[in-house]
């Protein structure tokens, strides 16, 4: 059972680890007293009511009740802020990853360890409450993340797998837990306000996948089934965040792999060969759920404004009586996307319903913009959407791929966004530049990547990695479907030759110091000049006005020295980037009639209508 941001879902799988049955809960956190949060009154209901409607799956299909399970795994969205006193109570309502509030205990940490530490982490929300002097600290006994939270309360176990506990605190790769250095710098930090507990006293134990986390408990059982039905003693698998069981359910463990989880929030996790050079803001550095060092871009807005617009069109629909398919709606939105202009005709948009760390927003302004001669269609204001929904990420990728050289072979994707076949897909390899590859499981995404953790922990075979499991027992050789980033090249036929005019023509002019006649006879094999006058008249440069200098030229006559130059070319195919700039009517007139008589290739782009 996974917890995302805006669904709750449990996915049951057979002995083939296929998905075989589901269930699910939509909740929306909230924002109270300026932080977002979800009751426990939220998350318990939210967890019975995904597991109920899986189990009535299971009866509706196969007829059977679920009483016994192999296994058992939880995970959730990483990161947040849980603490509890010694009476395990709740000491301040759940902080979300959501939260933009804790800059500088990032900062001051970021600084202290030399090691990128993101708002959303939760030893940055510890500090920035001690920053704060918020009286509950002193009182914890206990911090856990969301799926540390729920692990505990239904096995009695304080444990969290190493991916999960990444997003905590920084990890040893060599040692598999908290990285001991960082934790006594941090407790010599804070020694002076006199807590009674040290860090490494209250936070979680790490395990690694495929190691035991305890047990389903009696009384854990029937908070998770309310009927009464599960038996207790499950076995369950140390609870792992959602980069982690997404970085599973896609078979991206290995190095120069990665994916990209794409829902409320976006996150794209690279398996390192090497260490990055230095610390950068936008980078998380975090765990496979094995340990291995993963860069992970992590942006707090991906579809929240894009659905909160399709939940527009569906009300339009309904006023018009009209009963909706949301999957159909979505489906059919995003596909309208692909028919789209690349600059998606002028508009723009900006997804931030909350604040953005990569780019330094600190509150959610989601916008959309246009100017008078934008082109707004369907199809451009899908298309700007679901552009921008990727855009925060792209500038975290770029670090990675362009300033690092990061190796990646490929990217897998999962989540909401890949539903629909063929169009997150393709924007997605569109701005990373990397083959985006999906598979049919990609829309069960965690939950399902929870699942396996929970069955490699009971059905693997001795010193069997997981790697070795899932591309063994899960995957078998399935690669999913794979779609290239949109790229082209062409090459010209042997009879073709070409000229081009360039919109910006500067480095034509501005440093020569050569009469028109003198420049335009760089340009030709016949070098005379009346041959060369002969083509500089027709462009009304008569007389005195050849000898003209060509760095003093206006950008008309510029313009007309361009034309000349193609002209005297020959070329049967012309690339023209805006002709008309600078032209006046008379001449673009003459232009027009002169294109027009063209016997050969016109390649052109153009803002003028009359021209186009």
């Given at each position: 059972?996974?917890?995302?941001?805006t669904?709750?879902?449990?996915?049951?799988?057979?002995?083939?680890?296929?998905?075989?049955?589901?269930?699910?809960?939509?909740?929306?956190?909230?924002?109270?007293?300026?932080i977002w949060?979800?009751?426990?009154?939220?998350?318990?209901?939210?967890?019975?009511?995904?597991?109920?409607?899986?189990?009535e799956?299971?009866?509706?299909k196969?007829?059977?009740?679920?009483k016994?399970?192999?296994?058992?795994?939880?995970?959730?969205?990483?990161?947040?802020?849980?603490?509890?006193?010694?009476s395990?109570?709740?000491?301040?309502?759940?902080?979300?990853?959501?939260?933009?509030?804790?800059?500088?205990?990032?900062?001051?940490?970021?600084?202290?360890?030399?090691?990128?530490?993101?708002?959303?982490?939760?030893?940055?929300?510890?500090?920035?409450?001690?920053?704060?002097?918020?009286?509950?600290v002193?009182?914890?006994?206990?911090?856990?993340?969301?799926?540390?939270?729920?692990?505990?309360?239904?096995t009695?176990?304080?444990?969290?797998?190493?991916?999960?506990?990444?997003?905590?605190?920084?990890?040893?790769?060599?040692?598999?837990?908290?990285n001991?250095?960082?934790?006594e710098?941090?407790?010599?930090?804070?020694?002076?306000?006199?807590y009674?507990?040290?860090?490494?006293?209250?936070?979680p134990?790490v395990?690694?996948?495929?190691?035991?986390?305890?047990?389903?408990?009696?009384?854990?059982a029937?908070?998770?089934?309310?009927?009464?039905?599960?038996?207790?003693?499950?076995?369950?698998?140390?609870?792992?965040?959602?980069?982690?069981?997404?970085?599973?359910?896609?078979n991206?463990?290995?190095?120069?792999t990665?994916?990209?989880?794409?829902?409320?929030s976006?996150?794209?996790?690279?398996?390192?060969?090497?260490?990055?050079?230095?610390?950068?803001k936008?980078?998380?550095?975090?765990?496979t759920?094995?340990?291995?060092?993963?860069?992970?871009?992590?942006?707090?807005?991906?579809?929240?404004?894009?659905?909160?617009?399709?939940?527009?069109?569906?009300?339009?629909?309904?006023a018009?009586?009209?009963?909706?398919?949301?999957?159909?709606?979505f489906?059919?939105?995003?596909?309208?996307?692909?028919?789209?202009?690349k600059?998606?005709?002028?508009?723009?948009?900006?997804?931030?319903?909350?604040?953005?760390?990569?780019?330094?927003?600190?509150?959610?302004?989601?916008?959309?913009?246009?100017?008078?001669?934008?082109?707004?269609?369907?199809?451009?204001?899908?298309?700007?959407?679901?552009?921008?929904?990727?855009?925060?990420?792209k500038?975290?990728?770029?670090?990675l791929?362009?300033?690092?050289?990061?190796?990646?072979?490929?990217?897998?994707?999962?989540?909401?966004?890949?539903?629909?076949?063929?169009?997150g897909?393709?924007?997605?390899?569109?701005?990373?530049?990397?083959?985006?590859?999906?598979?049919?499981?990609?829309?069960?995404?965690?939950?399902?990547?929870?699942?396996l953790?929970?069955?490699?922990?009971?059905?693997?075979?001795?010193?069997?990695?997981?790697?070795?499991?899932?591309?063994?027992?899960?995957?078998?050789?399935?690669?999913?479907?794979?779609?290239?980033?949109?790229?082209?090249?062409?090459?010209?036929?042997?009879?073709?030759?070409?000229?081009?005019?360039?919109?910006?023509?500067?480095?034509?002019?501005?440093?020569?110091?050569?009469?028109?006649?003198?420049?335009?006879?760089?340009?030709?094999?016949?070098?005379?000049?009346?041959?060369?006058?002969?083509?500089?008249?027709?462009?009304?440069?008569?007389?005195?006005e050849?000898?003209?200098?060509?760095?003093?030229?206006?950008g008309?006559?510029?313009?007309?020295?361009?034309?000349?130059?193609?002209?005297?070319?020959?070329?049967?195919?012309?690339?023209?980037?805006?002709?008309?700039n600078?032209?006046?009517?008379?001449?673009?007139?003459?232009?027009?009639?002169?294109?027009?008589?063209?016997?050969?290739?016109?390649?052109?782009d153009?803002?003028?209508?009359?021209?186009?």
């Open positions: 059972i996974e917890f995302g941001s669904r709750i879902k449990a996915v049951l799988i057979g002995e083939n680890n296929e998905p075989i049955a589901s269930g699910a809960h939509d909740w929306e956190n909230r924002l109270e007293n300026n949060t979800y009751t426990l009154e939220d998350i318990w209901t939210g967890l019975q009511d995904s597991y109920k409607k899986m189990t799956d299971v009866k509706e196969y007829g059977v009740e679920v016994k399970l192999a296994a058992l795994g939880f995970s959730a969205m990483m990161h947040g802020y849980m603490a509890f006193n010694e395990d109570e709740l000491l301040v309502p759940f902080r979300t990853w959501r939260n933009t509030m804790t800059q500088q205990a990032s900062d001051e940490l970021t600084e202290l360890f030399q090691f990128n530490i993101p708002q959303r982490w939760s030893i940055a929300h510890l500090y920035q409450a001690m920053l704060n002097k918020e009286e509950h002193s009182k914890i006994k206990f911090q856990t993340t969301l799926a540390g939270y729920i692990h505990w309360k239904l009695g176990k304080k444990v969290l797998g190493v991916g999960e506990a990444s997003g905590m605190f920084p990890i040893d790769m060599n040692t598999k837990t908290y001991a250095t960082m934790v710098k941090f407790n010599e930090k804070v020694a002076e306000k006199g009674s507990w040290k860090l490494e006293e209250i936070f134990e395990l690694s996948a495929g190691d035991a986390a305890g047990v389903l408990t009696e009384e854990g029937k908070l998770l089934d309310t009927t009464g039905t599960l038996e207790a003693g499950v076995p369950v698998c140390p609870p792992e965040g959602d980069a982690g069981t997404g970085m599973t359910a896609t991206s463990i290995a190095k120069r990665g994916n990209v989880s794409a829902g409320t976006v996150f794209a996790m690279v398996v390192l060969e090497k260490e990055l050079s230095k610390v950068y936008e980078i998380d550095m975090v765990t759920p094995t340990g291995s060092p993963v860069a992970m871009v992590h942006c707090n807005n991906c579809t929240s404004d894009l659905n909160a617009w399709v939940g527009l069109f569906k009300e339009f629909a309904e018009f009586g009209i009963e909706v398919d949301m999957n159909k709606l489906g059919t939105l995003y596909n309208k996307a692909l028919e789209g202009e600059d998606c005709g002028g508009l723009l948009a900006y997804n931030y319903f909350s604040g953005e760390h990569i780019t330094g927003f600190e509150a959610g302004r989601p916008l959309f913009a246009r100017t008078p001669d934008s082109k707004l269609s369907l199809a451009n204001f899908m298309r700007v959407h679901l552009y921008t929904a990727l855009g925060a990420l500038t975290g990728l770029d670090i791929l362009k300033e690092e050289n990061v190796k990646l072979d490929k990217i897998l994707g999962h989540g909401g966004l890949f539903k629909t076949k063929g169009v897909q393709k924007i997605m390899a569109g701005a990373v530049g990397v083959p985006v590859s999906v598979m049919e499981t990609a829309g069960e995404g965690g939950a399902w990547g929870i699942a953790l929970a069955s490699y922990m009971v059905n693997k075979a001795e010193n069997e990695t997981l790697d070795d499991y899932l591309n063994n027992k899960v995957f078998a050789g399935n690669a999913g479907s794979e779609m290239e980033p949109d790229a082209g090249s062409y090459k010209w036929g042997i009879t073709i030759t070409s000229a081009y005019f360039p919109m910006d023509n500067s480095e034509y002019f501005n440093d020569c110091n050569l009469s028109l006649v003198d420049w335009l006879r760089q340009y030709s094999e016949e070098k005379s000049e009346s041959y060369i006058r002969g083509f500089l008249g027709r462009m009304l440069f008569s007389g005195e050849a000898l003209k200098k060509a760095n003093v030229l206006s008309g006559e510029k313009v007309r020295c361009m034309l000349c130059k193609m002209m005297m070319s020959g070329a049967n195919v012309m690339i023209l980037d805006e002709p008309t600078h032209l006046d009517l008379e001449s673009i007139t003459a232009l027009n009639e002169g294109l027009t008589e063209y016997k050969g290739t016109l390649l052109f153009s803002h003028d209508h009359q021209f186009v």
